[in-house]
């Protein structure tokens, strides 16, 4: 969803801490406290039990809904963060909306939190390089997960989430709401219907704006150490898109990328002297555009200025330090097992934000642009909100004229689609979905391993093929698509 998660392990001058030290101490008593309590010989109905590891401003989404919307099915009965400040922040943001105060656990205390909250499903949202951590030692100790994406942010720690959950066998749910988009819905309902008939390439552009694009470089998503950079923590969300409308996993991969805007000599170019440690002490922030008061937005100031006393991280770090690591330019050429293909960029620094994107097949080509509104993590902003006339979708048949699509509608963020999201999370009965909107570790791992194979390509100058990085994942469950062995019939003759 996204996408800001608990800044879990990241000081000010990225001094790097493993808070998560995961001991076995829990025993198998944890396993044994799931499900229905019993009282004599009857099982007796509760409440579905979550804790949430990582309470930075990603987590509110899930608090919020639990508080509100699902609290006749479901309760928080605890929180996990190596922020004290944050913790105790969760917890008042809690009582104040349900009058319980879930329980508090630093990061070292996650096992005693499994076995003494004994929770049903435990949600990550913490920094991205952390997800695996959490994931593989909650299904160990019998719990189900929920998690943020990305689902994490290499190889090697994807192989860890894929063998924890065959030895396992709980469940890992990875969260693209962005499917559930009623547009992005759309746009797959009409690729399932075969509008365009085969889908023989896809080209795919997604721009982020000054304000959106910029926060991932003040943030701990600015180092690949915690993100994966854009290619994994943002475009995880873009190519799970692909994978999904197309019905396919990716089998090669070549890209490129730079940092050529968010520089020091970019701030020289600006006007500025040259870059500062952060926006809150910056002697020339009266005159960068590019400040972000933490003092003077109270949800931001609520949940990281206050609390910096405990573990030094700097939420409003300068977006043109030299120490950044992640590219704000990045282009990717992809080949997919239905012989699809994939032309992809994505910038972080561009005049408006959104996307566009078109499917060519062999009855015609769909055209589809999302333009969404301006966004800040943390902040009363909506995130993926979309323009009012912001999404436009239209079909061009073969030697045809184009038709507009009257477009699918939802409101809140991402599109619509979070609403229908947590509906398919937190309500007790699960609706069947022609769509398959709901993912796994399977399409968690493909979605990232497209960013990691990115990324690898971008550092070495090679073409990178998935299959070489993890292996044995199991396919996803996707919808079925045309096949591709069906008589077209014959455009019209000039």
């Not at 508080?67 to 190596?82: L, M, P, T």
């Not at 943030?219 to 995880?236: D, N, Q």
């Not at 990328?257 to 002697?283: D, I, S, V, W």
Request: one cysteine or more; hydrophobic letters at 35%; charged letters at 25%.
């Amino acid at each position: 969803m996204k996408s800001n998660q608990s800044d879990q392990s990241v000081s000010s001058g990225l001094k790097r801490r493993d808070f998560v030290k995961v001991s076995a101490s829990a025993g198998m008593g944890v396993l044994l406290s799931r499900g229905a309590l019993v009282h004599g010989s009857a099982a007796v109905d509760r409440k579905k039990r979550f804790v949430i590891v990582g309470v930075g401003s990603r987590s509110r989404m899930y608090q919020n809904a639990v508080f509100r919307d699902y609290a006749d099915s479901c309760e928080i009965v605890g929180f996990c963060d190596v922020n004290p400040g944050r913790l105790e922040y969760a917890q008042k943001r809690a009582f104040d909306a349900t009058g319980k105060k879930p329980s508090l656990y630093a990061a070292e205390d996650f096992d005693r939190m499994i076995a003494e909250a004994k929770p049903d499903t435990v949600i990550v949202t913490t920094v991205d390089g952390l997800h695996h951590k959490y994931i593989v030692r909650a299904m160990e100790l019998g719990c189900d997960v929920i998690t943020e994406k990305p689902l994490t942010t290499n190889a090697e720690k994807c192989r860890q989430i894929i063998d924890a959950q065959k030895e396992t066998g709980r469940k890992c749910t990875v969260t693209f709401n962005y499917r559930y988009s009623p547009p992005r819905t759309q746009v797959k309902d009409l690729l399932m219907k075969g509008e365009i008939g085969d889908i023989l390439s896809v080209d795919f552009h997604w721009m982020l704006n000054t304000h959106h694009g910029a926060d991932y470089f003040r943030r701990w998503h600015s180092h690949k150490e915690f993100s994966g950079g854009l290619m994994v923590h943002k475009a995880t969300h873009h190519f799970d898109l692909v994978n999904w409308w197309l019905s396919a996993i990716p089998v090669s991969v070549f890209a490129t990328g730079k940092r050529e805007f968010y520089t020091p000599q970019m701030a020289k170019r600006l006007g500025l002297n040259g870059y500062h440690e952060r926006c809150h002490t910056c002697p020339e922030k009266a005159k960068c555009a590019f400040e972000l008061d933490l003092a003077g937005r109270s949800s931001l100031k609520a949940l990281y200025l206050d609390n910096e006393k405990y573990d030094g991280y700097y939420r409003d770090r300068c977006v043109f330090r030299p120490d950044i690591d992640i590219e704000d330019t990045m282009n990717v050429l992809a080949t997919y097992d239905n012989s699809a293909t994939l032309c992809y960029s994505l910038n972080a620094f561009n005049a408006w934000e959104g996307y566009n994107i078109a499917f060519n097949g062999t009855k015609g080509r769909l055209e589809h642009q999302i333009v969404e509104k301006i966004y800040v993590s943390g902040t009363d902003t909506v995130q993926g909100g979309i323009e009012e006339g912001g999404v436009t979708t239209r079909i061009i048949p073969l030697r045809g004229a184009a038709r507009e699509v009257d477009i699918w509608t939802g409101e809140g963020g991402h599109g619509g689609g979070d609403k229908v999201l947590l509906d398919d999370l937190f309500l007790p009965e699960k609706r069947n979905d022609k769509y398959l909107r709901a993912a796994d570790q399977r399409s968690g791992a493909y979605s990232i391993l497209t960013g990691v194979a990115a990324n690898h390509s971008i550092a070495t100058g090679r073409q990178i093929r998935v299959s070489d990085l993890v292996q044995n994942i199991g396919y996803p469950d996707y919808p079925k698509m045309p096949t591709r062995n069906y008589p077209l019939e014959m455009p019209a003759k000039i």
